[in-house]
C-alpha cells in the first residue's frame, strides 16, 4: 500500500490514473474501429497496442512492489501515451479522425500525462 496525496492506494486499481487510462483505451477503441480496413493490421494494431500499454503497465509496475520498478513501469507508460498521441495526430492528418474527436482525446491524454508525470514525482520524492 502507498499513500498518494494523502490517500491510501491498496491497489493500482485505486489509481485515478489508472481508471482514466482504461477509459481512454476504451475511447481509442471505439475511435479506431472507424479507421480503413486497409489500417487493420497498420495504424489501428499500433495506437491500440500502445493504448492498452498505458494502464497495463501502471498494473505491471504495481506489481513489482519496488518504487524504482514502479517508476520505470509508470515512464513506459508514459512513453506509449505520448505514442498515442503521436498516432492521433497522423490519423487525424490523414482524414481518418476529426478535429472535434481529436480535441476531446487531446484533452483525456493531456489529463493522464499530467497524472502519471504527478505519480513519478511523487514516488520520486520517497527514493
Known amino acids: 500500500m502507498i499513500q498518494y496525496r494523502g490517500n491510501k492506494i491498496e491497489s493500482y486499481r485505486d489509481l485515478e490514473v489508472w481508471k482514466k487510462a482504461i477509459i481512454l483505451v476504451t ?7 472507424d479507421f480503413p480496413k486497409e489500417e487493420m493490421y497498420s495504424l489501428t494494431n499500433q495506437i491500440r497496442k500502445a493504448a492498452v500499454s498505458i ?22 507508460a508514459r512513453g506509449s501515451l505520448l505514442e498515442v498521441e503521436t498516432q492521433l495526430i497522423i490519423a487525424r492528418n490523414l482524414g ?17 500525462n499530467k497524472m502519471l508525470n504527478a505519480l513519478i514525482n511523487s514516488l520520486n520524492k520517497k527514493i
Do not use: C, H
Open 27 to 33: 475511447e481509442i477503441y471505439a475511435i479506431s474501429k
Open 55 to 76: 494502464p497495463s503497465n501502471i498494473a505491471e509496475g504495481w506489481g513489482r512492489n519496488k518504487t524504482k520498478e514502479y517508476i520505470q513501469f509508470l515512464r513506459i
Open 96 to 112: 481518418y479522425t476529426d478535429s472535434q474527436t481529436m480535441k476531446k482525446i487531446s484533452q483525456k491524454t493531456e489529463t493522464v
